[in-house]
Nanobody, 114 residues
């Protein structure tokens, strides 16, 4: 089955950390650029971070630079998003996308609140 499945979301206090995972199957993961997006209620979905197929190049939205890190393990068909120094405005549903295949996951909720 061709899919990407996110996990790792939850409730965290401001200043805390979470690591999201996205497990891919059914396609050649190592050839696909991967991205993380997020969407908050009433807002458009925004791209958070992108990583090249080999993992050698990454880029980030200005709002998360220096706090979030995207990485991948092609042997495990998994992409990660390490989120540090979380803020209430990071609250959103986070989605994984296999860019070349235009393939989205179902999302995982991240809530930053005291």
């Amino acid at each position: 089955q061709v899919q990407v499945v996110e996990s790792g979301g939850g409730l965290v206090q401001p200043g805390g950390s979470l690591r999201l995972s996205c497990a891919a199957s059914g396609f050649t993961f190592s050839t696909s650029v991967m991205s993380w997006y997020r969407q908050s209620p009433g807002k458009e979905r925004e791209r958070v971070a992108t990583i090249a197929a080999t993992g050698g190049t990454t880029n980030y939205a200005e709002s998360v630079k220096g706090r979030f890190t995207i990485s991948r393990d092609n042997a495990k068909n998994t992409v990660y998003l390490q989120m540090n120094s979380l803020k209430p405005e990071d609250t959103a549903v986070y989605y994984c996308k296999a860019v070349q295949f235009n393939l989205w996951g179902q999302g995982t909720q991240v809530t930053v609140s005291s």
